[in-house]
């Protein structure tokens, strides 16, 4: 068993369980021991999911334990591995997923899958280096430019591909069913206060929190039956964040230490208990604060995000209007 973390304490109350109770649940990046993804799945099998659909790509190892896990616990919980970027692997795990719950589509989806930057000074060239050739600075920025893009193209590919995909995918199949589905899609609150040197995973976070929006208009009258919100979390300690955990450099702008992943778990159940039609649409945001004198005791409340667009005319173009055909 490749467990890192103590399941037992995936295990919260019946005010948090009801968001996941009865619900036939899938995760995208939920195979990775010690991730967000890993926490979802053991909140959700642990308080009562009827399934637990535990996504993965190259996670396997760590991915089938979580699901050897989940059953030895009695739950009804299966493997899925696809690449989320490519349709139609992800397409081929659609009867699958069906067939493993009750031949019904997933009625809540969890868009969790994700990829961060080891960072790079977006805007800036390299250092030079004393000595240097002019040609090896040439070849050293040419790598690092490839490199540092290619990075974030993976990012941005897995971040908002998958999560498009997810969720055209899995709308599709609730309409054709006529079964309910809440999908949620988890972002980051660098997605609005953004961090240095990771472009790629600022920017993915950051579009992820259109889609419930763009989602409600394309459904139109059935939008009643499929209903989405964004999460916007913190730091927690995971795989990709573990190292910076010990540096208040990097979060400490944020909150006073990170969050353990069975505390976010345990938020993102007490979230998920609430109305459906309260989260509609919505952008809540995570935050974390030092509750009283006791080092590293914290306390958690939700903020919602509400973004505020103004448009005025711009002065020189309302002196200067174009006006077409033009006038004889």
């Not at 009750?102 to 994700?114: A, E």
């Not at 893009?149 to 969720?167: C, P």
Request: net charge neutral; with cysteine.
């Amino acid at each position: 068993m490749a467990f890192t973390v103590d399941p037992s304490k995936f295990r919260f109350g019946p005010e948090h369980a009801a968001g996941v109770a009865g619900k036939r649940v899938l995760i995208s990046g939920a195979g990775k021991d010690g991730s967000l993804g890993q926490a979802f799945a053991l909140a959700a099998g642990l308080n009562g999911a009827s399934h637990v659909g535990v996504h993965f790509h190259s996670s396997y190892n760590d991915g089938l334990d979580l699901v050897g896990y989940l059953r030895d616990q009695g739950v009804d919980a299966f493997p899925v591995q696809a690449d989320v970027t490519n349709v139609g692997d992800l397409w081929a795990t659609r009867t699958y997923v069906m067939e493993r719950m009750g031949g019904k589509p997933p009625n809540l989806v969890i868009c969790n899958s994700g990829l961060t930057e080891k960072g790079y000074s977006f805007g800036r060239s390299l250092r030079e280096v004393e000595g240097e050739s002019r040609a090896m600075r040439r070849a050293r920025v040419r790598q690092a430019f490839i490199g540092n893009l290619l990075e974030s193209r993976s990012v941005l590919d897995t971040k908002i591909d998958g999560f498009l995909a997810m969720t055209h995918l899995w709308s599709g199949e609730s309409l054709y069913a006529n079964e309910p589905l809440q999908l949620v899609y988890i972002s980051s609150r660098q997605a609005i206060d953004p961090g240095a040197a990771v472009p790629g995973y600022t920017i993915a976070n950051w579009a992820v929190l259109q889609l419930p929006r763009v989602l409600d208009v394309n459904l139109g009258k059935s939008a009643s039956l499929v209903s989405a919100f964004s999460v916007l979390f913190p730091f927690v300690r995971t795989g990709m964040t573990d190292e910076y955990a010990a540096n208040p450099k990097v979060f400490g702008r944020w909150q006073p230490r990170m969050l353990e992943t069975h505390e976010a778990a345990q938020c993102f159940l007490q979230a998920l208990a609430r109305p459906r039609d309260e989260l509609r649409g919505s952008m809540v945001e995570l935050m974390v604060e030092p509750d009283g004198d006791e080092k590293g005791r914290v306390r958690t409340t939700w903020k919602t995000v509400t973004f505020g667009i103004t448009e005025t005319l711009a002065p020189w173009s309302e002196a200067a209007p174009l006006v077409f055909p033009p006038s004889s």
